[in-house]
């Protein structure tokens, strides 16, 4: 194969060009060559764009583009097999062996040890070491995720660095942080922790709470009843996660005795563990007690069928709650509750409601519901939302097709890659959930675990002006 030259070489023109006569042969033979030189020529086009905002000043362009080829590797990955990961994952070694950690994000690095990054645990101290450097949420995130991946004696430290930190988060900062990063401590970590937030007085209660799910047996019970009591209260602020987790901890009695005081949302919640204890009829009786809004009881009929065949009731119940639905409001249920409703509705009907949708919520709603009819009508929601998705898409409406790109043809995936993965910038491309992440599962959609490989490796050669070596060396991260 012919060498490419440097993207600093190329002028816009030359640029123009050959993007052009890129796409042109991609959309012709939609065979893996043609992709992974299109993907070449994006980059350069992006390499042009950064240029012209003056992001490529000689002193940082080599950390920069370490750093890029980082975050690039960890969108990779994610969607690839795990057997298939080491050539990329060897890409990933040596950026963040030479990326300078000022430039290289926490959280990718942690991103690749969970990928099975060679070096792993030294890898999730240096990203607790640049977390430790920096402030606000993402610093806290990552300095709780590096201590689930370090020996216990020095997770410790950097759970004193991280509530340190936190102290000076907002609320709703501390619901996000309290949701994402206590996944994955295991039980022995998390009651640590949990001792350690007690001792400093239970500041941020955000944290005990969604801590006290995973306690070891004996700590668990006590944990939980007081988070209970300070969710009734309103004096934590919790997202749907946390209260989920907790949830699965309640016994039917709680959960009765709930009922009696919890809000429309939280009591929709608590039907639903009730149907898990056996006990749906009786959380459906104590739900209709209180809430008489026919959405409502609609909405807690669907949570207690979400395993199960519903009842001829139940059925009538939801049908006639719907009867007067725009097909705004419909679609909004099909995000929400798709996976049960096609118990309640025949799948034709569902698909029916959205035909006339055809902004973003009737994109994200199509996509929605994709998974859960058979394979024709499967067929015919996502051919409407790719089409859509060139005039009314947008990041959400590009996730939620993305999560359905094993079903998508690899022309429709070709087709939304070429759409969305070309952008103004390399930063706006390579950056953390730039248009390479959301792009990732279209491009595996494409040409799979391999040619994902060769797209790594070309993204290597075009920041770095040649390929890296196929392994990594021992030590990690820039010379002291």
Known sequence: ??????????????????????????EARTDRGSLVDWVW?????AHEGSRARGELSAEDAAGKAYAWLAEAAA????????????PVLALALHAVM????????????????????????VAARRAAHIASMRHGKSAVDSLVLASALLPLDEASAWFDEALTQAAA????????TASGAMDGLGSERAKMLYDKIQSRGGAPREWLVALAPQLPDEARA????????????????????????????????QCLASLDEAGADDAVALVERLATLGLRDEGLSAFDRRFSEPLRRMEARLAAYRTGTPSPRAIDHVRGATSGLDAARWAELIKRHAPVLVAFFEEAELVARLARLEDAMGIEARAALAPFVGAPLRRRLLREAVSLQRDAG????LAALARCARWLEIEEAIALSVLELPVGSLEELLREHGSLWWTAPLLHRAVGDEGLVEVARVIAEALLGCTPPAHGAAGFGPSA
Do not use: F, N
Not at 2 to 22: F, K, N, Q, V, W
Not at 105 to 121: A, C, I, M
């Open 1 to 26: 194969m012919t060498a490419r030259p440097a993207l600093a070489d190329l002028d816009a023109d030359t640029i123009e060009r050959g993007l052009s006569a890129a796409v042109e042969a991609l």
């Open 41 to 45: 020529w994006t980059l350069a086009d």
């Open 75 to 86: 969108a990779l990955v994610r969607v690839m097999a795990p057997p298939s990961r080491g």
């Open 98 to 121: 030479h990326a300078p950690d000022e430039m290289l994000r926490p959280g990718t690095l942690l991103e690749l040890v969970r990928s099975e990054l060679p070096g792993g645990e």
């Open 169 to 176: 988060l907002r609320p709703d900062e501390l619901a996000r």
């Open 222 to 253: 006590g944990a939980i009843d007081q988070a209970r009591a300070w969710a009734t209260e309103g004096t934590v602020m919790l997202d749907g996660k946390v209260r989920t987790a907790l949830l699965a901890c309640v016994d039917a009695a």
């Open 394 to 397: 947008d990041t959400d409406t």
